[in-house]
Each structure stands twice: as C-alpha cells, then as structure tokens.
C-alpha cells in the first residue's frame, strides 16, 4: 500500500488543484475529520480534503473523485457521506485509476494492487479485471458527465 508520506507531496497537490481541492494534511496517526471509515481515511468536507501523512493514496483519490463525480449542489453539503448512486460510486472508483497515472512515482497498476488490497470488491474479482472488462457503461456516464473524453482522456472538470 502507497501513502502519502511516501509520495512527492507536490504531485498530490497539483493533481487536486485542478479540481480546486485543498488538502489539509496532519502528522500520521492523528485523527482525520470527516473521514466516512475513520482514520488513516481521508475526509472530505466541502473542497478540503482531510488526510494524514500515513493516509493511502487510494483512499485520496477516491475521496477526490467523489467530489468531482457528486452533482454540482452535493459539494457544498458537510455531508461525510457522499450519497451517490451506484453508478457515481463506479465512476469514482474508475476516474481514481485514471487519476492515478497523473502522480509522479505512482501508477493505475499500483492502484488498483492497493484498492484489492484495501477490500474493494468487484464481481470480476479484481480492480484491474473490472477497469478492463466490466466498466464500459461507467464510461459513458463519466463521458455524458464532461469528466473524461471519450479515449479515456481527464477534462480536469467537475460534474456539472
């Protein structure tokens, strides 16, 4: 599992600028605000992100991701859950792998090790069997939502 404290902490940075996130970052081992699982978790409150030096950056990314897939009037609530569809859930957890690329000495392979690793769970077994085979109509939802192209590519928007 990749953490935080383990990454160029500016990539991270830059990477959620562009969805005009701030993170606020603790030493490991404090308690995060607004975490849905709890501490090392990241939380999400409105356009902070809330982690810790020992927070897995699967768990960035998927907080992110949830804020830029939830509809424009979901992001300003100081909700700790996102509340999101089933399909708003998918496409987090398939904009986190394309994000993941965008993270100097990180990769989408290494994601989706740790995203097994944590327990997410697919029908196909793995994160990777999923993004390969099973996630065609995440696309589309992501395309019809402006957040990525239709070659995969990230707009660097949010959910309008």
Not at 12 to 41: D, M, N, R
Not at 42 to 66: F, M, Q, V, W
Not at 83 to 102: P, V
Request: with cysteine; glycine share 4%; proline share 2%.
């Amino acid at each position: 599992m990749v953490y935080y404290e383990n990454l160029n902490s500016n990539s991270v940075k830059e990477l959620l600028s562009h969805y005009g996130i701030e993170i606020i970052c603790s030493e490991s081992g404090a308690e995060i605000p607004h975490s849905f699982w709890g501490t090392p978790e990241a939380g999400r409150k409105k356009n902070r992100l809330y982690i810790c030096e020992d927070t897995p950056i699967h768990s960035i990314l998927h907080e992110t991701c949830h804020y830029v897939c939830m509809p424009a009037k979901q992001r300003t609530h100081e909700l700790v859950d996102a509340k999101g569809s089933a399909m708003e859930e998918n496409a987090t957890c398939y904009l986190q792998i394309l994000l993941a690329d965008h993270i100097n000495g990180y990769s989408r392979s290494q994601l989706m090790e740790d995203m097994d690793a944590w327990g997410y769970s697919f029908r196909l077994g793995s994160a990777h069997a999923w993004f390969i085979h099973d996630a065609e109509d995440v696309c589309k939802w992501l395309q019809k939502h402006r957040i990525i192209k239709a070659n995969n590519e990230i707009t660097w928007t949010l959910r309008q």
